[in-house]
C-alpha cells in the first residue's frame, strides 16, 4: 500500500481531477467541469485555458477533450515498461499458436492495468482497451497476480474495488476469494470460468522476479474452444512464463 502524502497541493488536485473528468466523460462543458469540481465557472476557465494552451486540453466549440499527447504519453510509457518489452514477442507466439486473445497485464497503484492485448478480428472484445485500469477478483489476469501479493496489498486492492459480481458465477466474498488464491498458488495458474462475461473463459499465469510477482499472461476465449485444447494452452503459457521471467531476470 501507498502511504497518503502528509502534504497534498490543491492545484495540482483540481487539475488531475479535471483530467479525469475528461478521461471518464470523453468530453464536458465548462459547467459540468466547474460543478465536479467544485469551483467557479470562471477558475475553472482559468484552469483549462491553461490545459488547452499548454495542448494536455482541446476545446471543441462548447465543449473540451482530452488532448492527443496522452497516447504520446502512454506509448513512450509502456516502451519503457521491461516487462512489456520482453513479453511481447512471447504474446505474438501465443497468438498465432492459438488463435486467442493473448493479454498481459501489471498491478499499479491498487489498479490492474492492461499493457497489451492482441485479439482475433472476429473476437468480441467487450471493450478491454491498452491501458485500461480494473479490479483483481474476476479475470484471470488479476487473481494470477492478487494470489502472489501480501496480505496488506491484498486488503487494499479489496478495499478500493469491492468484490462486485459481474456474473453468477463472480467471487463476491473475502472468504471465497482467499480460497480461490489458494488454489491459484497450488496450481500455478487461475483461470475466469464465465465471471466477467458468459461463455468466456480465461487462463493466466503469474510472472514472478524473484519471488515477487510483476504481471500476468492470460489467454481468453469463446468457453467452448478454449476447453477443447485447454492442455496445450496451459503448455504455451508455462513455456512463455518461463522465458519471460528468464530475460527478466538476466537481461
Same mark, same amino acid.
Given at each position: 500500500?501507498?502511504?497518503?502524502?502528509?502534504?497534498?497541493?490543491?492545484?495540482?488536485?483540481?487539475?488531475?481531477?479535471?483530467?479525469?473528468?475528461?478521461?471518464?466523460?470523453?468530453?464536458?462543458?465548462?459547467?459540468?467541469?466547474?460543478?465536479?469540481?467544485?469551483?467557479?465557472?470562471?477558475?475553472?476557465?482559468?484552469?483549462?485555458?491553461?490545459?488547452?494552451?499548454?495542448?494536455?486540453?482541446r476545446?471543441?466549440?462548447?465543449?473540451?477533450?482530452?488532448?492527443?499527447?496522452?497516447?504520446?504519453?502512454?506509448?513512450?510509457?509502456?516502451?519503457?515498461?521491461?516487462?512489456?518489452?520482453?513479453?511481447?514477442?512471447?504474446?505474438?507466439?501465443?497468438?498465432?499458436?492459438?488463435?486467442?486473445?493473448?493479454?498481459?497485464?501489471?498491478?499499479?497503484?491498487?489498479?490492474?492495468?492492461?499493457?497489451?492485448r492482441?485479439?482475433?478480428?472476429?473476437?468480441?472484445?467487450?471493450?478491454?482497451?491498452?491501458?485500461?485500469?480494473?479490479?483483481?477478483?474476476?479475470?484471470?489476469?488479476?487473481?494470477? *497476480? &492478487?494470489?502472489?501479493?501480501? /496480505?496488506?496489498?491484498?486488503? $487494499? !486492492?479489496?478495499?478500493?474495488?469491492?468484490? =462486485?459480481?459481474?456474473? @453468477?458465477?463472480?467471487?463476491?466474498t473475502?472468504?471465497?476469494?482467499?480460497?480461490?488464491?489458494?488454489?491459484?498458488?497450488?496450481?500455478?495458474?487461475?483461470?475466469?470460468?464465465?465471471?466477467?462475461?458468459?461463455?468466456?473463459?480465461?487462463?493466466?499465469?503469474? *510472472? &514472478?522476479?524473484?519471488?515477487? /510477482?510483476?504481471?500476468?499472461? $492470460? !489467454?481468453?476465449?469463446?468457453?467452448?474452444? =478454449?476447453?477443447?485444447? @485447454?492442455?496445450?494452452?496451459?503448455?504455451?503459457?508455462?513455456?512463455?512464463?518461463?522465458?519471460?521471467?528468464?530475460?527478466?531476470?538476466?537481461?
Open positions: 500500500m501507498s502511504d497518503t502524502p502528509k502534504r497534498r497541493i490543491k492545484t495540482a488536485e483540481k487539475v488531475a481531477r479535471i483530467l479525469d473528468i475528461l478521461h471518464e466523460e470523453g468530453e464536458a462543458n465548462l459547467a459540468q467541469i466547474a460543478e465536479e469540481i467544485e469551483l467557479a465557472k470562471s477558475t475553472t476557465h482559468s484552469y483549462l485555458e491553461t490545459l488547452t494552451s499548454l495542448e494536455l486540453v476545446k471543441n466549440n462548447s465543449t473540451y477533450t482530452l488532448g492527443l499527447v496522452f497516447l504520446d504519453y502512454g506509448g513512450r510509457v509502456r516502451k519503457r515498461s521491461d516487462i512489456y518489452m520482453i513479453a511481447k514477442p512471447q504474446l505474438r507466439d501465443l497468438y498465432e499458436a492459438t488463435g486467442h486473445t493473448v493479454h498481459l497485464a501489471t498491478k499499479e497503484f491498487d489498479d490492474l492495468v492492461l499493457l497489451e492482441i485479439n482475433p478480428d472476429e473476437t468480441v472484445g467487450f471493450g478491454a482497451h491498452i491501458g485500461q485500469r480494473d479490479h483483481f477478483h474476476t479475470p484471470a489476469l488479476g487473481k494470477a *497476480i &492478487l494470489a502472489y501479493l501480501p /496480505v496488506d496489498d491484498v486488503d $487494499s !486492492i479489496v478495499s478500493k474495488h469491492d468484490l =462486485l459480481g459481474l456474473t @453468477e458465477h463472480s467471487i463476491t473475502r472468504e471465497d476469494l482467499e480460497a480461490e488464491l489458494e488454489t491459484v498458488r497450488e496450481q500455478g495458474y487461475a483461470v475466469n470460468n464465465e465471471e466477467e462475461h458468459k461463455n468466456y473463459k480465461g487462463v493466466a499465469r503469474p *510472472i &514472478l522476479l524473484d519471488g515477487v /510477482v510483476v504481471g500476468a499472461i $492470460s !489467454i481468453a476465449g469463446p468457453k467452448t474452444e =478454449l476447453e477443447m485444447s @485447454e492442455e496445450n494452452i496451459h503448455d504455451l503459457l508455462r513455456s512463455a512464463t518461463d522465458r519471460i521471467e528468464i530475460k527478466l531476470q538476466y537481461d
